[in-house]
Structure formats: structure tokens, C-alpha cells
């Protein structure tokens, strides 16, 4: 069975600090991983995904993931984080005919 | 040009009746989706079609029930509306579903929601 992860619910962070969503992933095939950021009011839209090849994965908004299989996780980062930067993150991962969400990390950023 | 779009934005009706939402797809791909947010951000897929064949059926009540009449269009259909039926109701599209073909084809592209509130 395929599942996510998403350790927090809600993360605060100080603006200009380091953002750092974790997710862990438990898959039996090798998996396609994403990271969606669903800003207030909007529907999800995709940050960066991870197929194969590279595994330190860069996105829009200076976000970027990094797949680690041993971990069996894909964190999504952020060097120093902005006010517009809140937002709900969700992690999800594909395989086979599936696609499964974890249930969602609320950013809020402090000034 | 919205890529995937859903019609309301908005809908607010009482209990007990029957309510559609509609979604379309320009991006020419096989697959929709539809999705059901609940009050704690938690998204649950409910049903999936490609090539307006359903192949996902979450469990969901019997009153939900979706229409493709073509691969750019998936309708949902509620009868019945509960108070519990409250959410943000969300459509996606995908080129293909799952990992078939490999590559990037099974990203998936979200509408804006439908935010459906049963008083």
C-alpha cells in the first residue's frame, strides 16, 4: 500500500528563516513524488515534482525537495521564507493508477 | 484561459436537495478527478475517469454521482445534500492517470474549488 506522511500540521516560521516541510512516503515500487501549495481561497497548484534522474528537485518560489529513498522522504525546503509564502503544502505521491495527498502542512509566516 | 475551470465558485442551498458542479478541462487531457476538502484542509480523492471510463470509486455515499458525457467535462452530482456534505469540492486533470507512460504525464492540474455550504 502506498501512503504520505506529513509530520506537522502547522509550521511557523520567522520571515527571512529556513522553511522545512517534511514528508515520508511509504511506497512498494519506486514512486513519483510532488509537493502542491494551495494559497488562501485557491485551488493546489504544483511547486515541483520528482520523476527520476536528479534527486535534489527545484521549484517555483525558490522552493526545492530532495528525494531520499534510504529515508523514504521528500522534504521540501526553503533557504529564507517571505510573507507570501503562507499557505497550506501538501505532499503527494503517485504509483501505479494512484495518487495520494497526505494530508497537508499549514505555513504561516511571521514578521 | 483557465486550464481547468468549475462552475460555482460558490454554492449555498438547504438540506435535502440535489446540486450539480460542473468542471471542464482545455489541456486536452484523458483523465479528471474530483476531490472533497473538508474544514481541516484534509483532501480526499472521491472518483477518477479517463477517457470518460470511471476507474477510481472512493467510498463515498451513493448520493455523489459524477458525469462524463466527454474527456474535457466530469460533473458532479449530489442528491440529497447533507449538512456533512459541506466542503470545498475541487476538479484536477492529468494527462494520463497513475504512472503510465512515465514522465511528468500524470501531474495533475487543479481547478479553483467549489466551496459548498448546506445550511
Known amino acids: 500500500a502506498q501512503s504520505v506522511t506529513q509530520l506537522g500540521s502547522h509550521v511557523s516560521v520567522s520571515e527571512g528563516a529556513l522553511v522545512l516541510l517534511r514528508c515520508n512516503y511509504s511506497?512498494?515500487?519506486?514512486?513519483?513524488l510532488f509537493w502542491y501549495v494551495q494559497y488562501p481561497n485557491q485551488g493546489l497548484q504544483l511547486l515541483l515534482k520528482y520523476t527520476t534522474g536528479a534527486t535534489l528537485v527545484k521549484g517555483i518560489n525558490g522552493f526545492e525537495a530532495e528525494f531520499k529513498k534510504s529515508e523514504t522522504s521528500f522534504h521540501l525546503t526553503k533557504p529564507s521564507a517571505h510573507m507570501s509564502d503562507a499557505a497550506e503544502y501538501f505532499c503527494?505521491?503517485?504509483?501505479?493508477?494512484?495518487?495520494?495527498f497526505g494530508t497537508g502542512t499549514s505555513l504561516t509566516v511571521i514578521p | 484561459d483557465t486550464a481547468v475551470s468549475q462552475t460555482p465558485k460558490y454554492l449555498v442551498t438547504q438540506m435535502g436537495n440535489d446540486k450539480s458542479i460542473k468542471c471542464e478541462q482545455n489541456?486536452?487531457?484523458?483523465?479528471m478527478y474530483w476531490y472533497k476538502q473538508d474544514s481541516k484542509k484534509f483532501l480526499k480523492i472521491m472518483f477518477s475517469y479517463n477517457n470518460k471510463e470511471l476507474i477510481i470509486n472512493e467510498t463515498v455515499p451513493n448520493r455523489f454521482s459524477p458525469k462524463s458525457p466527454d474527456k474535457a467535462h466530469l460533473n458532479l452530482h449530489i442528491n440529497s445534500l447533507e449538512l456533512g456534505d459541506s466542503a470545498v469540492y475541487f476538479c484536477?486533470?492529468?494527462?494520463?492517470?497513475?504512472?503510465?507512460?512515465?514522465?511528468?504525464?500524470?501531474?495533475?492540474?487543479f481547478g479553483a474549488g467549489t466551496r459548498l455550504s448546506v445550511l
Open positions: 489541456l486536452g487531457h484523458d483523465t
Open positions: 511506497s512498494s515500487v519506486p514512486p513519483y
Open positions: 484536477a486533470s492529468s494527462q494520463i492517470p497513475g504512472l503510465a507512460g512515465g514522465g511528468a504525464k500524470n501531474i495533475q492540474y
Open positions: 503527494a505521491v503517485s504509483t501505479g493508477n494512484q495518487f495520494y
